[in-house]
C-alpha cells in the first residue's frame, strides 16, 4: 500500500514556458485589465498549489492556486480554467496597479481519479497548475464490519453518485438511490453482542445526513400508501442500546414492503437468523430490492409519497452464517452456510421464507451487483451457486 507525505500539503509546480499570453476575458462591470503570465524572458511564473487533492473529496477553501501575472493595464479580471477531471480553478476581481501582482485562484469541483492534472491557465496554452490527485487511503476491513464481504454496487461517497451513494453508518452500510428514495442494497453484522433488552423505539424519521438538496423521505410519505415502512437492518437485530435501535428507524433503511412479505416471509427469516446466532454463530447480511411495482393493501403501485419513493417489485436477502471466531475471511470455506432468498413484494405471501430461497448467482443476475466479492474467485462461484436446503 502506497504512503503519501505530508508534502502533498503543498505542492509546489515549476512550469517553464516560452511563450507570453496577454489579456483576459472582459467584464461587464469595468474595463478589463491587461496583463501577461510571463515574465520578461517569455518564461510563466510560477504557481504554487496548495491542499490536499483526494479522490472523491470535494475541494474547499485550502484548495487554492497561487500565480502571478504582470499587469500592463488596471481593470477588471477573470481567470479561469476548463473542469479536467472533476475540478477547476477560478479567480475574479479588479487589479488597481500595475506591475507583477499576486492572484489566488479558488479550486471548485471534486477530483474524479488519481492523476496528474495539468490545468491551463485560462487562455495560455503552455502556461499552467499543475495538480497531483491521490486515491483515499484504502478502508481497513475488521472482523465484524459491516461490509466485510465487499461494495456490492461499488458505491460511492459522492454527491454526484445520485443512486448509488454510499452510507457507513455506526450500525449498518448502505447504497442509497435519490431517484428511488430506498436504499438500493444495506449490509450488517449481526452477532450476540448485538441482541439485548432494549424495546423497539418507533422513531421514524427522515435522514438528515442526506446531501444538501436531496428529498428526505419522511415517515409521513408512507401515510395511506398500503405498504409497511420495511426495514433493511431490522429494528430486532439492534437491541442492545437505544442509539443502536434507533438507527434503525431512519426511513433511508426503509422499503415501501407488503404487509405480508414483510410480516409473515420476511419476519420469520430475520427470527431465523437471529436464532442462528443464539446457537454460537455470528451473521453476516445483506438485503436490498430491484423492479418497480409491488401490491399491498391498496393494490397495485409503482410509487407513493407523489412518485418520489419508487416500490420495488422484488425483495432479496443473503446470509454467510459461521461460528463464532475471529478471522472470518479465512474461516469461510466451501462448506460454509450461504443462505439467499428472493421473494416477490406482494400480499399473496403466507408461507415460510425457505420457499423463496434462491442461489447467490441469481440474485446477482437480477440486480447486476457482485455480493461476496472479497472471497477468492473460485470460493464465490462454489458458494454462490448453491442453493441452501438446512
Known amino acids: 500500500m502506497k504512503k503519501y507525505s505530508l508534502l502533498l500539503l503543498l505542492v509546489l509546480t515549476i512550469v517553464s514556458c516560452k511563450k507570453d499570453t496577454v489579456t483576459a476575458p472582459p467584464n461587464p462591470t469595468g474595463t478589463a485589465a491587461v496583463f501577461s503570465f510571463t515574465d520578461g524572458s517569455g518564461n510563466c511564473y510560477t504557481p504554487i498549489v496548495q491542499g490536499t487533492y483526494t479522490v472523491g473529496t470535494a475541494l474547499n477553501s485550502s484548495n487554492i492556486a497561487i500565480i502571478q501575472v504582470f499587469v500592463t493595464k488596471t481593470g477588471t479580471y477573470a481567470i479561469l480554467n ?6 477547476r480553478f477560478t479567480a475574479t476581481g479588479t487589479f488597481t496597479s500595475t506591475g507583477l501582482q499576486t492572484v489566488i485562484m479558488q479550486g471548485n469541483g471534486t477530483p474524479v481519479a488519481a492523476a496528474t492534472d495539468r490545468h491551463q491557465i485560462d487562455s495560455s496554452p503552455t502556461c499552467s497548475i499543475t495538480v497531483v490527485v491521490v486515491s483515499p487511503l484504502p478502508t481497513v476491513i475488521n472482523d465484524n464490519d459491516h461490509m466485510y464481504f465487499g461494495n456490492p454496487s461499488n458505491a460511492a461517497l459522492l454527491t454526484d453518485s445520485i443512486n448509488n451513494y454510499l452510507m457507513r453508518k455506526d450500525y449498518y452500510a448502505l447504497s442509497y438511490s435519490r431517484d428511488r428514495g430506498t436504499p438500493n442494497w444495506v449490509s450488517w453484522h449481526l452477532y450476540s453482542n448485538d441482541i439485548g433488552s432494549v424495546s423497539r423505539q418507533d422513531d421514524f424519521r427522515e435522514d438528515i445526513s442526506l446531501p444538501s438538496g436531496w428529498y428526505q423521505v419522511t415517515d409521513a410519505s408512507y401515510n395511506s400508501a398500503g405498504f409497511d415502512r420495511g426495514h433493511h437492518c431490522p429494528s430486532g437485530d439492534r437491541t442492545n442500546t437505544i442509539a443502536a435501535n434507533s438507527s434503525t428507524f431512519l426511513m433511508t433503511n426503509m422499503i415501501p414492503q407488503a404487509q405480508y412479505n414483510n410480516q409473515i416471509v420476511w419476519a420469520g427469516m430475520e427470527d431465523s437468523l437471529r436464532r442462528l446466532v443464539t446457537l454460537g454463530n455470528e451473521v453476516y447480511i445483506i438485503m436490498g430490492s430491484y423492479g418497480i411495482g409491488g401490491t399491498g ?16 417489485a422484488n425483495i432479496w436477502k443473503v446470509a454467510i452464517v459461521l461460528p463464532n471466531g475471529n478471522g472470518d475471511s479465512a474461516r469461510v470455506s466451501t462448506s460454509t452456510r450461504v443462505i439467499a432468498v428472493d421473494v416477490p413484494n406482494n400480499n399473496s405471501l403466507f408461507s415460510s421464507w425457505k420457499n423463496y430461497r434462491t442461489s ?9 451487483y457482485d455480493l461476496i466479492s472479497r472471497l477468492p474467485a473460485i470460493l464465490q462461484a462454489t458458494l454462490e451457486a448453491r442453493v441452501d436446503n438446512l
Request: glycine share 16%.
Open 360 to 368: 447467490v448467482d441469481a440474485i446477482e443476475a437480477a440486480t447486476g
Open 297 to 312: 393493501n391498496g393494490g397495485f403501485k409503482t410509487t407513493i409519497d407523489a412518485g418520489r419513493v419508487t416500490v420495488p
Open 82 to 87: 476548463p473542469t479536467i477531471n472533476g475540478y
